[in-house]
């Protein structure tokens, strides 16, 4: 069965300084994988996706995240946070069936002043 | 056109009430979907439809009640809600196949009193 873990519950950051947002996963199958944000209140917006092409991916806002198999990673980074970047990220690894999303237990990243 | 739209945005029902929730996509696809989630929790699947058919039922309490008119539209009647019940109500859509993203609605914010 698949299964994400994210290792941060909270990351709070600077604004201008490095992003990083970790996630690991399990998959008995060559995995899709997603991260999503969400600010308060929100629906959840696709950053980018990972689906076997590249494994360095880059998403919207100035996000990429790299693709390891052999660590079973998929962290998310951004050069330098901006305030409206405060928000609930979550890595989902696509299920084993049908359109199951396995999602992790979110991050929610801070941006200071 | 990349939009989930749903209505109501909020909502607010007793216990006796009978009302329901609304999700539509014109993106062509075939896969829909409901989700609740918990404040500071991932989202959790609660039904899938494909085809217009129902493909997944989480084990969802029979006071929620899904339907699929026809391939644009998704509904969850909701009768005899708990207070428990009082979360944020997530629509999504996607192509068939596990390797597609989800795209999300804003969600219906329902309070049970």
């Known amino acids: 069965a698949q299964s994400v873990t994210q290792l941060d519950s909270h990351v709070s950051v600077s604004e201008g300084t490095p992003v990083l947002l970790r996630c690991n996963y399990s998959?008995?199958?060559?995995?899709?994988l997603f991260w999503y944000v969400q600010h308060p209140n929100k629906g959840l917006q696709l950053l980018l996706k990972y689906t076997s092409a590249a494994t360095l991916v880059k998403g919207i806002n100035g996000f990429e995240a790299e693709f390891k198999k052999s660590e079973t990673s998929f962290h998310l980074t951004k050069p330098s946070a901006h305030m409206s970047d405060a928000a609930e990220y979550f890595c989902v690894v696509s299920g084993n069936y049908g359109q199951n999303f396995v999602f992790g237990p979110g991050t929610r990243l801070s941006v200071l002043p | 056109d990349t939009e989930v739209t749903q209505t109501p945005k909020h909502l607010v029902m007793g216990m006796t009430n009978k009302k329901s929730l609304k999700c539509e996509q014109h993106?062509?696809?075939?896969?829909m979907y409901w989700y609740k989630q918990k404040a500071k929790k991932p989202p959790e699947l609660m039904f899938v439809y494909s085809y217009e058919k129902l493909s997944i039922n989480e084990s969802v309490p029979s006071r929620f009640s899904p339907e699929c008119p026809n391939s644009s539209l998704l509904n969850l009647h909701l009768h005899a809600l708990q207070p428990e019940d009082s979360a944020l109500y997530l629509c999504?859509?996607?192509?068939?196949?596990?390797?597609?993203?989800?795209?999300f609605g804003p969600g219906t914010r329902l309070t049970v009193t």
């Open positions: 999504a859509s996607s192509q068939e196949g596990r390797h597609y993203e989800q795209y």
């Open positions: 998959s008995s199958y060559s995995p899709s």
């Open positions: 993106m062509g696809h075939r896969a």
